[in-house]
């Protein structure tokens, strides 16, 4: 069974500018080629399904790929531990050539077949959220504790650092700093 990331160009090339279209479903990584990260980094399970949709195009030497990758994300917030997920929504505009080494920043492809695994692989791990929180208002775990304070509030006290206790009776004037600016 062929992959649907392998898409076969040969007819685009032939006609140089043209266009086609490309819609699938995917599996993020069929062959299991990537191991899971950690348990506290964001990640993409194996068997999650991806979307693809753009177009590519021919031009003298290569193929631009340009549309948008869709994949669902798991992940563990910053500040209270909880399970995060979310979909990526990423844009997409590559170019592939004909010979490897031609175009550093472009991805190649062979025997008429564009492979775009690589460019959705890519493009997925480079946007997964590095710390990624459950809403904006999560209040965390407490340091002392370690109730999660979303749910319930603690009466713990932190200590205050001597070292920056004097700060704490610091007060500034209002209208002082007023006609400073």
């Known amino acids: 069974m062929s992959s649907p990331y392998l898409v076969p160009v040969a007819g685009i090339m032939r006609n140089i ?16 080629e990537f191991e899971p990260r950690g348990a506290g980094e964001s ?11 753009g177009r590519l195009e021919s031009f003298s030497g290569g193929i631009r790929m340009r549309g948008v990758v869709r994949a669902p994300w798991t992940g563990m917030c910053r500040r209270c531990s909880s399970v995060v ?32 695994s690589h460019l959705v692989h890519d493009a997925v791990f480079l946007e997964l959220p590095i710390a990624p929180l459950c809403r904006e208002e999560c209040q965390g775990l407490c340091t002392i504790c370690g109730t999660d304070r979303n749910l319930s509030p ?28």
């Open 17 to 32: 500018p043209a266009t086609m279209e490309v819609n699938f479903v995917a599996l993020f990584d069929e062959p299991h």
């Open 43 to 53: 990640d993409i399970a194996s068997e999650a399904e991806v979307a693809v949709a």
């Open 85 to 116: 997920e979310g979909i990526l929504e990423i844009p997409v505009d590559e170019r592939y050539t004909e010979k490897e080494g031609e175009d550093e920043e472009a991805y190649f492809f062979i025997d008429d077949t564009v492979d775009l």
């Open 154 to 181: 603690c009466s713990c006290q932190t200590a205050v650092d001597p070292r920056w206790a004097m700060l704490s009776e610091l007060r500034f004037d209002d209208d002082t700093s007023a006609e400073s600016n």
